[in-house]
C-alpha cells in the first residue's frame, strides 16, 4: 500500500511518468514512415532441412534434453525457397532475413561445399529480385561437427575458425545491401547449449567471454570488408531475467552495434507471470503482454540514445496449430505490438524496422509443436509440407500498405497493472483504462 502511495506522490510531483493509457480517438501513434524496414524472419537450420552434420543435428538424432521431435527436413526450405520467397514479396516485406550455416558453407575444415554456395547466391539473389533486402545472421547456434568435436566454443581456436568464416561469407556478399547479425540471441544461444550440450558454468563463462571476443572482433572486420553495412547481434528480451539477458553479450558491445535489435515474444505483469512457460519450452501457454514492447523499446531507446531500433524477431506461437482457448488470434497479436510500437515512436523512438518471426513454421529446437509461421505447416502429418496462411497475412499485409495500424485502433488486449518493463512507472494502482469500445480477447 505503501509503494502505491509513493508512486502516487512521485506522479503528482512529476517525477515519474504514468503508464501510456490506451487512446481513444485520435490516438498519439506515429505512422510508419516510407523506408521503414518492414520484414520476416526465419533461420536456416530451423527451415532449410537436409542438414549436415552439427551441433544441432546430433543433439536432434541423441534426442537431447528438450528434443521431442526428430528434426527430419524441417519445412524443406533449402527446395522450395522461390516459392516461400513469393509469399514473403505477396505480403509487402522489403527485408527477409535467414542465417548462411557455416556447417553448409564449411562442412569440413577448409572446404567450403560449391553446392550449398551455389544455393545461397541464388537465395540471396532472389531476395534481391523480390524486391527485398537481405538481413544475413552469421551463427543462429548451430555451427558444424568438426567444431563440435574440437571442444565448440571451449576451445580457443572456434573463434579464429569463425571469424575465418565469416569474412568469407562477408566477402561474398559484401556491397549488396546486406544486414549483418553476427550472433543470435547470445543469451539464448549460451542457454541452449548450456542444457542441450549441456556445458557447465565454467563452460558457460569461456563461452560468454568468446562470444563478445569475437562479436567485437566481427564487426571490424564487417566494417573494413563490407563498408556502410549496418552491424548488429540482437538481444532476447527476457523481462525479469532481463539484467542477466543483456550481461550474455549486449553490455560489453554497445560501441559495436550499429542498431539496436530486439526480440520481444513476451512480458510480465503482476496480472500475469505466464512468461515462467517460456524456461519450460512452452511458449503457447504464455498470455503475450503487447503493451509491454512499448516499455522495451523505450528502456533500450534510452540506454542508447543515438541508435535506431530494429525488433528482429516477435511473432505469437499456437499449439501444434490450433486456435488459442481465449480466442486471441496472430492477427489480434501483431496489430496489437504495431500500436504499442506506434505508441513509443510518438514517444521518441527512432525504429528502424520490425521482422515477423517467422515466414513459415519451422523447427522450434527440438519440436514442431509451437507454431510461429505466418503460414502454418504440419511437417509431421502432411508430406505435402503445403503452406497454409493464417488470418495474420492479410492483416501484415494491410498494415505494411498502410502504413501502421490506424489512427484510433483499439487493442484487443488490455493493458495489465504494474509491468516487469517499467516498474517505476505502471507500478501505480490502476490499470490503464481502455477506451470505449475496448474488445477483450475471449
Keep these: 500500500m505503501f509503494g502505491r502511495v509513493l508512486c502516487g506522490l512521485l506522479l503528482v510531483a512529476g517525477l515519474v511518468a504514468a503508464p501510456p493509457a490506451l487512446a481513444e480517438g485520435g490516438s498519439p501513434t506515429a505512422k510508419f514512415p516510407p523506408g521503414f ?8 537450420f530451423q527451415s532449410e532441412g537436409h542438414f549436415p552434420d552439427s551441433n544441432w543435428t546430433r543433439y536432434a538424432e541423441r534426442k537431447a534434453p528438450g528434443v521431442t521431435d526428430p528434426y527430419g527436413d524441417s519445412v524443406d526450405f533449402l527446395h522450395r ?28 575444415r577448409g572446404y567450403r561445399d560449391p553446392k550449398a ?33 574440437q571442444g565448440a566454443w571451449d576451445n580457443p581456436r572456434t573463434q579464429d575458425d569463425w571469424l575465418s568464416n565469416a569474412r568469407y561469407v562477408v566477402d561474398r556478399y559484401k556491397g549488396q545491401g546486406v544486414i549483418w547479425i553476427t550472433f543470435n540471441e547470445a543469451s539464448a544461444y549460451i542457454y541452449k547449449e548450456l542444457t542441450t550440450r549441456p556445458m557447465d558454468l565454467g563452460q558457460m563463462l569461456k563461452m560468454r567471454d568468446a562470444l563478445i571476443r569475437t562479436h567485437r572482433a566481427a564487426y571490424d572486420m564487417i566494417h573494413k570488408v563490407d563498408p556502410g553495412a549496418p552491424v548488429s547481434s540482437n538481444v532476447a528480451y527476457g523481462t525479469a531475467l532481463n539484467g542477466i539477458f543483456d550481461a550474455a553479450l549486449f ?8 542498431f539496436i535489435g530486439i ?40 540506454r542508447l540514445p543515438h541508435l535506431p531500433v530494429f525488433v528482429v524477431e516477435s511473432g505469437m506461437p499456437t499449439d501444434d496449430g490450433k486456435p488459442r482457448q481465449d480466442g486471441y488470434t496472430r492477427a489480434d497479436h501483431l496489430r496489437d505490438h504495431m500500436y504499442w510500437i506506434q505508441r513509443a515512436m510518438a514517444d521518441g523512438v527512432k525504429m528502424m524496422g ?5 515466414l513459415t513454421d519451422n523447427y522450434e529446437w527440438g519440436s514442431y509443436r509451437a507454431r510461429f509461421g505466418l503460414y502454418t505447416v504440419d511437417v509431421l502429418t502432411d508430406p505435402s509440407l503445403a503452406r497454409r496462411p493464417t488470418d495474420a497475412v492479410p492483416a501484415y499485409r494491410s ?25 517505476v512507472a505502471t507500478c501505480l494502482g490502476t490499470t490503464p483504462t ?3 469500445g475496448y474488445r477483450p480477447a475471449g
Design 251 to 258: 553490455n560489453d558491445v554497445t560501441e559495436k552495434l550499429d
Design 81 to 108: 525457397y522461390p516459392s516461400d520467397l513469393k509469399l514473403a514479396k505477396g505480403l509487402g516485406v522489403n527485408v527477409f532475413r535467414t542465417s548462411i550455416e557455416w556447417s553448409r558453407v564449411e562442412p569440413r
Design 117 to 149: 554456395l551455389a544455393y545461397y547466391d541464388d537465395l540471396i539473389r532472389r531476395i534481391k529480385e523480390n524486391g527485398m533486402r537481405p538481413m544475413l545472421t552469421l551463427d543462429h547456434w548451430v555451427y558444424p561437427g568438426w567444431v563440435a568435436d
Design 263 to 302: 526480440d520481444y515474444y513476451y512480458g510480465a505483469n503482476l496480472q500475469n507471470f505466464t512468461a515462467v512457460y517460456a524456461l519450460t519450452g512452452e511458449f503457447w501457454k504464455v498470455d503475450p503482454e503487447p503493451e509491454g514492447l512499448y516499455y522495451v523499446l523505450k528502456n533500450y531507446q534510452r
Design 354 to 358: 520490425y521482422n515477423y518471426w517467422s
Design 399 to 423: 498494415i505494411i500498405a498502410n502504413g501502421g495500424v490506424p489512427s484510433g485502433y483499439v487493442p484487443v488486449r488490455k493493458p495489465g497493472w504494474c509491468s516487469i518493463e517499467d516498474p
Design 434 to 436: 481502455p477506451p470505449a
Design 37 to 44: 524496414l518492414w520484414g520476416v524472419s526465419t533461420s536456416g
